[in-house]
């Protein structure tokens, strides 16, 4: 089974700090994502990477930024992290030339 | 733009009795169209999926869904809930993958909350 792991299920930081959410997949995927999750919106695209140390924005890319120096880790990292970015984290890996993505536990990230 | 819509922000329903969430999509190009579901504190699960062929996709769970092109939908049914299919439920669109890798465009979310 594929196993798509987030480094934390509970986050809790302050304005301005910088945040690292890391996402590791175990099923040697060449495609990884990251969305946020909040209620009303569904999930939606932050970053994605296509392979190593390549990263295409998403939807909603605005301070946020990206790093994958290994192929099975994706980290997304907050600069400066703010009240508006309290929300749920979803991490997702899908293979090149399928159609499905799968998806971690999601890491909810407050801050306060 | 691809767009998806979920007509139904929430959908209560007494177990056993028959469920349909839907879905309506935009696109000017071919898509494939996914359901995946949400059980509290989980990340998604894929329930089903249409990529072409048959326009009655059955899932895991008991679950299926009908492609209508002509009126871009994609509902979700299951003829008997069970207390389990307590979820948050999310339709998403893709075009055809282009260089390997398919964006998905979700909805809003629908959830289901089966009562005894």
């Known amino acids: 089974d594929v196993k798509v792991t987030q480094s934390s299920r509970y986050l809790v930081k302050r304005t301005g700090e910088k945040v690292f959410l890391e996402c590791v997949q175990d099923m040697d995927h060449e495609n990884m994502f990251w969305y946020r999750q909040d209620p009303g919106l569904g999930l939606r695209l932050i970053y994605f990477?296509?392979?190593?140390?390549?990263?295409e924005k998403g939807d909603i890319p605005e301070g946020y930024s990206v790093s994958r120096e290994k192929k099975e880790r994706f980290s997304l990292i907050l600069e400066s992290a703010s009240t508006n970015q309290t929300s749920m984290y979803l991490c997702?890996?899908?293979?090149?030339?399928?159609?499905?993505?799968?998806f971690g536990p999601g890491t909810r990230l407050t801050v306060l | 733009a691809q767009s998806v819509t979920q007509l139904d922000s929430q959908v209560p329903v007494f177990e056993e009795a028959p469920v349909e969430l839907r879905c309506n999509y935009s696109s000017s190009v071919s898509v494939y169209l996914f359901w995946y579901v949400q059980y509290p504190n989980q990340g998604l699960q894929l329930l089903l999926k249409?990529?072409?062929?048959?326009?009655l996709v059955k899932g895991i769970n008991g679950f299926e869904a009908e492609f209508n092109k002509s009126q871009t939908s994609f509902h979700l049914r299951k003829p008997s809930v069970h207390i389990s299919d307590t979820a948050e439920y999310f339709c998403?669109?893709?075009?055809?993958?282009?260089?390997?890798?398919?964006?998905?465009?979700f909805g809003a979310g629908t959830r289901l909350a089966v009562h005894p």
């Open positions: 990477s296509y392979d190593v140390k390549m990263k």
């Open positions: 998403a669109v893709s075009e055809s993958p282009m260089r390997g890798y398919n964006k998905l465009i």
């Open positions: 997702a890996s899908s293979s090149t030339g399928t159609d499905t993505q799968y």
């Open positions: 249409y990529l072409s062929g048959s326009t």
